[in-house]
């Protein structure tokens, strides 16, 4: 059974760091593209940013573009998201996902998580 569980979200002050991260099991990780996506309450979910199987191409979306990062382990079976100069804006559940094809940042993804809440008070 495949299990995806984020970690690492909070409160946090405008202008400050948090890094997200995300564990899978029951799926062979190194061969597994990975995303992710964030919903704000009344809005869309939305891709944030995404990574290939091997980690070596990256997408952000254009909303945090220079801000956040995303990266891959595959030894720890762990995806990250680096999250700096953070605004309110950016409030939102943050989920990662997991698939064997490259979605990039539509959420056709087959695994998700429950999900991290991320709070940035201004």
């Known amino acids: 059974q495949v299990q995806v569980v984020e970690s690492g979200g909070g409160l946090v002050q405008a202008g400050g760091s948090l890094r997200l991260s995300c564990t899978a099991s029951g799926l062979s990780f190194e061969d597994y593209a990975m995303g992710w996506f964030r919903q704000a309450p009344g809005k869309e979910r939305e891709g944030v940013s995404c990574?290939?199987?091997?980690?070596?191409?990256?997408y952000v979306a254009d909303s945090v573009e220079g801000r956040f990062a995303i990266s891959k382990d595959n030894a720890k079976n762990t995806l990250y998201l680096q999250m700096n100069s953070l605004k309110p804006e950016d409030t939102a559940m943050y989920y990662c996902a997991a698939d064997r094809r490259q979605y990039l940042l539509l959420p056709r993804y087959n695994f998700w998580g429950q999900g991290t809440q991320v709070t940035v008070s201004s």
């Open positions: 990574i290939s199987w091997s980690g070596g191409s990256a």
